[in-house]
Nanobody
Framework: QVQLVESGGGLVQAGGSLRLSCAASGSRFNMLNMGWYRQVSGKQRVLVASILRLGTTSYVDSVKGRFTISRDNARNTVYLQMNSLKPEDTAVYYC????????WGPGTQVTVSS
């Protein structure tokens, strides 16, 4: 079972940037398709970006052109570069395989002020 720890969140003004990191344990990381999910309080967790094990990426429309997902298989880490942040990006961000598993890390809070 992959263990996941997210980091890099914080408070930023609209238009600012953050880079999230997700450190994964386990030897199978390079075989996994990975994703970044976000959850607004009281709402369902949703997938916003994914990267296949060979590097193909996809994004939901609301973050296209602003977010970039990447991975470093040698470091068992997946990243999310977030630029031009908007208040509606405020959420707790999680990484998880795609499809998601039942194990979730603690997440990292991103707050974008207007």
């Amino acid at each position: 079972q992959v263990q996941l720890v997210e980091s890099g969140g914080g408070l930023v003004q609209a238009g600012g940037s953050l880079r999230l990191s997700c450190a994964a344990s386990g030897s199978r990381f390079n075989m996994l398709n990975m994703g970044w999910y976000r959850q607004v309080s009281g709402k369902q967790r949703v997938l916003v970006a994914s990267i296949l094990r060979l590097g193909t990426t996809s994004y939901v429309d609301s973050v296209k052109g602003r977010f970039t997902i990447s991975r470093d298989n040698a470091r068992n880490t997946v990243y999310l570069q977030m630029n031009s942040l908007k208040p509606e990006d405020t959420a707790v961000y999680y990484c998880n395989p795609v499809p998601s598993t039942s194990y979730w890390g603690p997440g990292t809070q991103v707050t974008v002020s207007s």
